[in-house]
Nanobody
Framework: QVQLVESGGGLVQPGGSLRLSCAASGTIFSVYIMGWYRQAPGKQRQLVATITSGGLTNYADSVKGRFTISRDNTKNTVLLQMNSLKPEDTAVYYC???????????WGQGTQVTVSS
């Protein structure tokens, strides 16, 4: 069982930055692929970025060059640094943990990011 708790969301002006943090507990953090997803009102949840235990990353085209995902396996945390934010980045952002061994996904409760002037 994995518990994920996100923090760091909020209101920011276009062009600004935010850093989201996800703290994981209840498992061996390093075995999971960690990721961030987002869901805007009326839209499906979509991938933002993922990172493997070895540090390999994958990004949605819409955030490449602006967002950076990182993880600290010693602290059981995953971060999402978001720069040059745009209004279309407005969404609820969810932390995800995926186990390739079991095929199970775990989700956090989500944190709201609003980009608006």
């Amino acid at each position: 069982q994995v518990q994920l708790v996100e923090s760091g969301g909020g209101l920011v002006q276009p062009g600004g930055s935010l850093r989201l943090s996800c703290a994981a507990s209840g498992t061996i953090f390093s075995v999971y692929i960690m990721g961030w997803y987002r869901q805007a009102p009326g839209k499906q949840r979509q991938l933002v970025a993922t990172i493997t235990s070895g540090g390999l990353t994958n990004y949605a085209d819409s955030v490449k060059g602006r967002f950076t995902i990182s993880r600290d396996n010693t602290k059981n945390t995953v971060l999402l640094q978001m720069n040059s934010l745009k209004p279309e980045d407005t969404a609820v952002y969810y932390c995800n943990a995926y186990s390739r061994a079991t095929g199970i996904n775990y989700w956090g409760q989500g944190t709201q990011v609003t980009v608006s002037s």
